[in-house]
């Protein structure tokens, strides 16, 4: 049987999964990274960041030799294929530094073969496959550029791979699109076959639109707070309407990670450079930029409106949980604010510790939850790992000085945490007080500020 052959170009998040996923369904993938320290990571069988499960695949099929590693891009020659996965990180201005992309395109396309396809995977600005296209036809017109988005998402990545909602390939030449499409064949998704720039704005469009939506359910969140409403029910009445969906109607912090924020920004961008401006995502930006440090203002006031010299502990780190990746993580800047405003603060993350060292040098870290909540004042959940959600409460109340929880992703049982003595505040939501029956009255709301100063 002849297998397919293709090539990916980086050995990041998205190119890894990629080239793992199709290399298990037996197509003869090269994959090709530039950095030294990651490629020997790779060569090693070692995922050089956190993806549940990939470490493992990522051996197999280094040990089957469907998947190569290496530097050298001269194997792309044999490959009808290769896809795009370089970085496109947020420049000072906050859209994409399309360096290493320009630098990638063009060193494919020195050696692919004729008729080969060049498919950029990397999340670019709508109309840049286009310009890279013809930018590379003054050298070479016999291949082919096409936009084929990804939609993984961190933490699930492999899942999404195999399993995607549905494939996009936004090219001009039918032949070469299909020649795309059918390397996902395994998976059964349905394909979308667009022009290049509809598929580059299927991907900003899709990643604006969901952080729209979050931005919306933490706007209502905060009137909820105002009004007195719970927004986890105002969210499950909306989110049953078909039209709407309950999905990422999960009121927090906001969202973090290295794609929504840039993406917003990217597509706002795209509008304001041809003369547009879009109100709508400068809005969605601005609530998510807020939100944290209104939590963070939300902590102050649990604690008697200070939270100088009272030590609190804060449970995960990371932007959202199954993943150690720390950018633009809410619970960074939370923590930041809580220092600045005299707090001695304590952290804990299941995988992010070691990464946020260098972030937040001034914050005491420490690998156990239990450890973390000791002499505490008042604890702060910052990220949902399903692990904090199982923890031993009752342990907990024993262990802090203080029992007031903040709860920065509504996800605590309330009910349990208010029968075991503590007051606990939400996103939108009333606060809850302890329920201990008849210890009701000897329950304390929370440290007063003379107390917490005589510390
Ligand atoms: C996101 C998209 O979901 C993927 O489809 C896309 O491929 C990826 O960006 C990308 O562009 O590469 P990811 O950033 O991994 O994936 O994270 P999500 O699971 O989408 O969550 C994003 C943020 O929204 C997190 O900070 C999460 O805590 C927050 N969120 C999510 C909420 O605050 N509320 C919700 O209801 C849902």
């Known amino acids: 049987m002849q297998h397919k052959r293709v090539g990916v170009i980086g050995g990041g998040p998205v190119g890894l999964v990629t080239a793992t996923i199709l290399a298990s369904w037996g197509t003869r993938t ?13 060569e090693a069988g070692k995922a050089p960041f956190f993806e549940p499960g990939l470490d493992e695949l990522l051996k197999e099929e280094l040990e089957k030799e469907f998947l190569v590693v290496g530097g050298d891009l001269s194997v792309l020659s044999a490959s009808p294929v290769t896809f795009i996965c370089v970085g496109t ?42 310009r890279l296209n013809a930018k590379i036809a003054e050298s070479r017109h016999d291949i082919f550029f096409v ?39 395994p998976s059964e998704a349905p394909v979308i076959f667009t022009s290049p720039t509809g598929a580059e704005l299927i991907k900003y469009g899709s990643n604006a639109f969901l952080a729209t ?9 905060n009137l909820c707070d105002l009004v007195g409403a719970d927004v986890t029910e105002v969210a499950n009445g909306i989110g049953a309407d078909p039209r709407i969906g309950r999905a990422f109607l999960n009121a927090g912090l906001g969202f973090g990670g290295s794609c929504f924020p840039k993406d917003v920004r ?5 509008g304001t450079t041809r003369g547009y401006t879009s109100w709508l995502l400068k809005a969605c930006t601005d609530i998510n930029a807020q939100q944290r440090y209104r939590f963070a203002a939300k902590i102050r006031s649990a604690l008697s409106g200070s939270v100088a010299g009272s030590r609190i502990a804060v449970l995960g780190l990371s932007f959202k949980p199954g993943t150690d990746d720390l950018r633009q993580a809410p619970a960074l800047d939370i923590v930041r604010s809580l220092r600045r405003d005299g707090a001695r603060v304590v952290a804990t993350d299941p995988v992010a510790i070691l990464a946020a060292a260098s972030l937040i040098p001034e914050v005491e ?37 203080g029992n007031v929880i903040l709860d920065g992703r509504n996800v605590l049982d309330r009910k349990l945490l208010s029968s075991l003595g503590f007051w606990c505040y939400g996103i939108g939501r009333p ?22 100063e005589s510390r």
């Open 30 to 42: 090269a994959l090709i990274e530039w950095d030294d320290r990651r490629l020997r990571a790779l």
């Open 431 to 452: 606060v809850v007080a302890p329920n201990l029956g008849d210890e009701q009255d000897r329950i304390p709301h929370v440290a007063t500020q003379q107390s917490a």
């Open 147 to 185: 936009s084929c988005p990804e939609f993984l998402r961190e933490g699930e990545a492999l899942h999404d791979m195999r399993s995607p909602s549905r494939v996009v390939v936004g090219g001009t030449d039918p032949q070469a699109n299909k020649r795309v499409a059918d390397l996902f064949a």
């Open 365 to 401: 870290l420490v690998p156990d939850p239990y450890e973390c909540v000791r002499d505490a004042d008042a604890l702060v959940l910052a990220t949902e790992w399903p692990e904090y959600l199982a923890l031993d409460w009752a342990r907990i109340r024993d262990l802090m000085r």
């Open 213 to 221: 939506k979050i931005s919306f359910v933490n706007e209502l969140a």
């Open 266 to 270: 990217g597509l706002e961008e795209a």
């Open 89 to 130: 990180p947020p420049g000072p201005d906050g859209t994409p530094d399309l360096g290493d992309l320009e630098r990638a395109t063009a060193d494919a396309a020195e050696v692919v073969p004729e008729q080969g396809v060049v498919a950029i995977k990397s999340t670019v600005p709508p109309g840049t496959t286009s």
